[in-house]
């Protein structure tokens, strides 16, 4: 709110109301300049007339202290021209407190992510560990069941999904020195002869 009072003899127009923010050590350089207010009200004399001026300095000046001039121009009834500084004053800018605050919410999320992540990493570590611990008492015995069955273990899986070995495999080299040692009666040294 900008308030002008005519103590003169004469009445006076108030034409305009502007500001802008300076740099607070040179006061000559403006750093954003706002949207003048066009009053155009007649003051007349004896009289008081309050003015709201309204202004949205940028985001990024929020922490920083800015030097913030509000001029009032005015004519009187001959037309002569003048200008007031009505503020001129070094300000801080600070942010609203809010009950929520958007950077600050998702700086807990994230750090609750790393948190969480450390945690599953320490968990496989520490899983790991046990495991080989477990592994190696338990070694001789694994062994044994890998061996026994091939080269895995499928003590796990139901005895009625494995194949059913209904005869003994053989392979064919095995069948025809066999048939050959059978039907004609030779040695063993023969038929491998034969074979090859």
Known sequence: ????????????????????????????YYIQNFT??????TVEPG???????????????NGRPMGLVVLVNYRNNE?????NVVFNQTINFIDADEGFDGET????IFLGAIL??????????????????????LGSQNLAT?????????????KHHLPQNRS???????????????????SGAASSENDE
């Open 47 to 61: 009289l008081e007339s309050t003015f709201e001026y309204l202004f949205m300095p940028s985001e990024t000046f």
């Open 168 to 186: 003994p495999k053989k392979s064919p080299r095995e069948r025809k020195s066999r048939q050959a040692n059978g039907v004609n009666g030779t």
């Open 116 to 137: 969480v992540l450390l945690g599953f990493v320490a968990y496989q570590y520490l899983l790991a560990n046990r495991v080989k611990r477990v592994s190696g008492k």
């Open 105 to 108: 919410f998702f700086l807990y």
């Open 36 to 41: 003048a207010l066009r009053a155009e009200k």
């Open 146 to 158: 890998q061996q026994g069955k091939g080269n895995y273990d499928v003590d796990w899986i139901p």
């Open 79 to 83: 037309g002569k021209r003048f200008q």
């Open 1 to 28: 709110l900008v308030g002008a009072r005519n103590n003169g003899t004469q009445s006076f127009v108030v034409e305009s109301i502007d500001g802008s923010l300076r740099y607070p050590q040179d006061f000559t």
